[in-house]
């Protein structure tokens, strides 16, 4: 389960930053986030939907330890984000849209390596590692340099990396980004697999196709504030436009 | 410590799987210093050899004196004399190369000489031939007919020679052969493993961090349940190693073009051998480890710093001259180790190599010398990690 309670987050800008913005920007920091707060939970998959600069990332990195709130606070399987780090990192599995990978690895030895990261026994990593070589298909090509493989290939070694360590929840960051619709399908089916699983899974996505198919709950966030928040069949019932997509576009302008 | 082996292990293998860090850790120092070594020593051995047999091309305009010189040249082999020049234009044929020098001697040099004054014999070369060896070598051929002259003089005066001489310098240089070379050669060895060992931990600095930024594994690293600090230690703890092997591997390839400089004298070629016994290479060595825990700690904080590969390697090259400048310092005559530039990094090791390749390192500075790298490299440590640990910096640009 995932509590985010109040959550704020500032940034402070660089002169160079202010410079870039524009004669428009005057101020010392960016409220990235504020006073944001939902529940995400198990055998349920949570959306996280917004615009570019909405957030998002800001929030599930935040969830995933990567930053610290500047106000309220988040709970992943029961753990503080600030003060139990280590603890919330154990539970969780992280995968964005442009995760990189080690190109002068093998898809064995970078999961291995994680798996070693995460403290997994020799037995319990050996099985695991048949598990999800079979789920993805990555057995055939997994002795090569990642940097040999295609970017289909090369997300399901993310995938494997992301889940190795059977974590009770999943964070994906745009997982289906400039990926082709074949290997979107995998991370969809994976993504529904977690929830069959009774694993948290909190996904943002920019597709709104992806939102209708896979949302159980739903929050949209806009400059930063929440916009929206339910379930989606809560979401279907208040729409007053005919697709998601037209609904999703009324909230935001109507912010 | 299983999870720092664990990451050390990960980020080795990655490094030595670049190629630009292998070339630039194994294949320069290893091949490239000891071709280009060899190939330089030996051209200027060899250029050398050729500009001291080379038969010279000398106008000589005698004015019907010094027929005891004009004797003395004529009957060298290496010499071409050419006699048919007018004096006026012996400049004109240098200038066009048509003699390599001349020697004009004066109208009045015999009667001069015969009334026991001096007599003068001009010499034109061109300084800027190779070597001035053109100059070394008539000045040789003049300088034993002047030997002649003064030794008739004595004889014709009844007085013995030495009464010219009263004091004779009888000179003992009690430096030993390593010490002399250490305090001319040794400059050399620094300036080789200071630059490689910073070199050598150049790449993998970027690589390990701007390029992890830029990958987008430096994320996805960060979530796993391991200290940022252990990270950072795993790759700080590579990046000291590929310094200290990229320095190693230099010295090595030292060794191997003096094996492979076949002209070079034996008794030089056995000093520099003895030079390198094993108490002195340790004692190089000892040093060489906190100055790369100071270039690992230093280089990592810029490239964690920078957004992205291309920004490291802009913000790092350029200290490349940085390094380079104290190195090239302690070969300056007059800087010597003392307990004020035992405190300047760099120069500091410049130094203490120069001094312990001869033999002549004073325990006190030389531990000064390791007092002032190990608090520098504590510090950088220090201060890398603190700036590791900051959002702003490892996520500028992400």
Redesign the interface.
């Known amino acids: 389960m995932i509590v985010v309670d109040h959550v704020a987050k500032t940034?402070?800008v660089s002169r160079q930053q202010r410079r870039e913005m524009g004669p428009g920007f005057t101020g010392s920091r960016i409220d990235a986030l504020r006073g944001v707060s939902f529940t995400c939970n198990p055998g349920r998959i949570f959306t996280l939907l917004g615009p570019n600069g909405a957030g998002k990332t800001t929030m599930l990195?935040m969830i995933?330890?990567?930053?610290?709130p500047t106000d309220g606070s988040i709970t992943v399987a029961g753990f503080d984000v600030v003060r139990e780090a280590?603890?919330v990192?154990?539970r969780?599995g992280?995968?964005?849209g442009?995760?990189?990978?080690?190109?002068?690895?093998t898809p064995d030895?970078l999961i291995r390596?994680?798996a070693?990261?995460?403290?997994l026994e020799a037995r319990a990593f050996a099985q695991r590692r048949e598990e999800i070589y079979a789920l993805l298909g990555i057995g055939e090509f997994a002795g090569r340099r990642i940097g040999k493989l295609s970017s289909g290939m090369k997300q399901k070694v993310?995938l494997a990396?992301?889940i190795i360590h059977n974590p009770d929840v999943v964070v994906f960051d745009e997982p289906t980004a400039a990926l082709d619709v074949v290997t979107s399908r995998a991370i969809i089916q994976l993504i529904r697999k977690c929830r069959d699983d009774r694993k948290t899974v909190i996904f943002s996505t920019h597709r709104m196709g992806e939102v209708s198919l896979l949302s159980d709950d739903l929050a949209i966030i806009h400059r930063g504030t929440l916009i929206f928040s339910g379930t989606y069949k809560d979401f279907e019932n208040q729409m007053q436009t005919r697709s998601v997509e037209d609904e999703f576009v009324r909230l935001v302008e109507a912010a | 410590m299983n999870r720092f082996v664990t990451i050390f292990r990960k980020e080795f293998t990655d490094t030595i799987r670049d190629r630009r860090t292998l070339v630039v850790m194994v294949v320069f120092p290893l091949v490239l210093v000891p071709l280009l070594m060899t190939v330089v020593t030996n051209m200027q051995m060899s250029s050398m050899k050729k500009a001291e047999e080379k038969v010279l091309r000398v106008a000589l305009v005698p004015n019907g004196n010094a027929p005891g010189l004009v004797a003395m040249l004529t009957a060298r082999s290496d010499l071409r004399l050419v006699t048919d020049i007018p004096p006026d234009s012996v400049q004109a044929f240098l200038g066009s190369d048509s003699v390599d020098a001349a020697v004009v001697i004066d109208t009045g040099f015999d009667a001069a000489v015969s009334r026991m004054a001096s007599g003068t014999v001009r010499l034109f070369y061109r300084s800027s031939d190779d070597y001035d060896m053109v100059k070394r070598r008539l000045t040789g051929i003049i300088g034993e007919f002047e030997k002649q002259i003064v030794a008739g003089r004595f004889a014709a005066l009844h007085v013995d020679a030495r009464i010219v001489n009263p004091v004779v310098v009888e000179e003992h240089d009690v430096a030993s052969m390593k010490e002399r070379i250490g305090k001319t050669v040794g400059g050399m060895v620094p300036y080789l493993f200071v630059i490689f060992c910073f070199m050598g931990s150049m790449y993998p600095a970027i690589d390990l961090a701007a390029g992890e930024k830029e990958r987008g594994t430096m994320e996805t690293l960060l979530t796993a349940p391991v200290s940022w600090f252990l990270f950072l230690l795993g790759k700080f703890a590579v990046v000291v190693l590929t310094g200290i092997l990229s320095a190693c591997v230099s010295i090595l390839g030292v060794l191997v073009a003096l094996r492979r400089i076949s002209k070079m004298p034996p008794e030089l070629m056995n000093a520099v051998m003895a030079i390198l016994d094993v108490q002195t290479v340790l004692l190089v060595l000892s040093l060489l480890l906190p100055l790369a825990v100071f270039f690992a700690a230093f280089l990592l904080s810029i490239s964690m710093f920078a957004k992205s590969y291309k920004e490291a390697q802009s913000m790092i090259s350029p200290l490349t001259i940085v390094v380079i400048l104290p190195v090239l310092m302690g070969l300056f005559p007059g800087i010597a180790l003392d307990p004020v530039t035992a405190l300047i990094p760099v120069l500091n090791v410049s130094l203490a190599t120069k001094e312990i390749i001869a033999g002549t390192i004073q325990t006190g500075l030389l531990l000064e010398v390791y007092g002032s790298l190990v608090v520098l490299a504590g510090l950088a440590l220090f201060g890398c990690a603190r700036w590791f640990e900051r959002e702003g910096t490892i996520f500028r640009g992400v």
């Open positions: 940034f402070p990195r995933a330890t990567m930053l610290r280590v603890e990192r154990r969780i992280f995968l964005t442009n995760t990189g990978l080690y190109d002068r690895l030895e390596y994680y070693d990261l995460y403290g993310s990396r992301t």
